[in-house]
């Protein structure tokens, strides 16, 4: 065969295997789409997850099977999903909480740049800073001269170490410089503030939503730059004195690296036509989260730098891998 021959083979190889890409992602979902929520049900990226995906699934003609993968700070899940087909039937909802892995361990199975694609962002909702109703805190500053007064003796719960709460909370540590002492659970924690055994706790507005409604914690402050919506009363760290303690906590969607980039875009468009419906941002603002455009470019450097911010957080707070 001559080389001309063969250039010709390969060249209609490569237009064979275009046109099966391309009518890939035209028909792509043909089938319902698994999605890991790599925590618990009723966490605040879980229900945000849920909400979002749910309305998704009426414009895409095929429903999102949601299935939570809790355990070991969200690696489980996200470990699961680094190693599937990119096929985009298995997706996960990624949040700041991706972190959680290279803050806690010194090795994880998967590499949260390289093993994933950042699809689409879905929006952010500020940490509350919640304080036992038992504490008689009212303001921050009640509890930062409470922790002053007695170094060491205050408690702040987490859902665990390396987590978005605990990290929230470093910051507000780091910010206030008050010696405080981290009490992790891997659930619960709210519930420890509500009973007085825990003196405070940063937490997603979406998670402590039912507490703050029914006045069993004291909301002190939210971490982020301004105030929300659904707590027009209540200052921002910034406000309080302690500008260097602001934080979010964003919730999006992720899938395995390689997606076909015709997929990625597909869902990443319906995603952002979602979240641009009026009912959508009813449902979302009813959770303290607001919806936040980027494109899968934006989103990507976005993730990118809130992990080396999360990184150099970890350092500066002297937080060692477990392991």
């Known amino acids: ?10 060249i209609a190889a490569g237009m064979v295997i275009a046109m099966i890409t391309a009518a890939g992602a035209d028909q792509w979902p043909s089938r319902p789409i698994r999605t890991i929520s790599p925590f618990p ?12 995906l749910d309305q998704m699934s009426q414009l895409l003609g095929q429903p999102f099977v949601i299935e939570n993968r809790a355990g070991a700070g969200g690696i489980l899940g996200f470990a699961e999903v680094a190693k599937a087909n990119p096929d985009g039937y298995t997706l996960v909802t990624s949040s700041s909480s991706m972190a959680n892995g290279v803050v806690l361990h010194k090795r994880v199975p ?9 699809v689409v962002m879905f929006g952010t909702q500020p940490n509350v800073l919640v304080a036992a109703k038992q504490s008689g805190f009212k303001t921050v500053a009640d ?3 409470a922790a002053k007064a007695k170094p060491g003796a205050l ?32 659930e619960g924690g709210l519930t420890e503030v509500m009973a007085g ?11 402590a939503a039912s507490a703050l409604a029914g006045g069993s914690v004291t909301a002190l402050a939210v971490s982020t730059s301004k105030r929300s919506p659904l707590l027009p009363e209540v200052p921002t760290v910034a406000e309080a004195g302690y500008p260097g303690a602001e934080s979010s906590f964003w ?4 899938a395995p690296a390689k997606m076909p980039a015709d997929i990625v875009n597909k869902l990443h468009d319906v995603t952002e036509r979602t979240l641009q419906l009026p009912a959508m941002r009813e449902k979302l603002a009813k959770l303290g989260v607001e919806p936040e455009l980027m494109s899968v470019e934006q989103f990507g450097k976005f993730f990118r730098d809130d992990l080396a911010r999360t990184l150099q957080l970890a350092k ?8």
């Open 1 to 10: 065969m001559t080389s001309i021959h063969v250039l010709r083979g390969a």
């Open 41 to 52: 049900a009723g966490s605040a990226s879980d229900t945000t997850g849920r909400v979002v």
């Open 143 to 145: 509890l930062v001269a």
């Open 316 to 323: 500066d707070a002297h937080i060692e891998p477990t392991d």
């Open 251 to 254: 919730v999006g969607l992720s």
């Open 110 to 118: 998967y590499d949260p740049v390289r093993d994933f694609v950042s």
């Open 197 to 207: 055994r825990i003196d405070f706790y940063f937490i997603p507005l979406a998670a």
């Open 155 to 186: 408690t702040f719960a987490s859902a665990g170490i390396g987590s978005t709460s605990h990290m929230a909370a470093e910051r507000f540590r780091l910010a206030t410089n008050i010696d405080v002492r981290h009490i992790p659970f891997r």
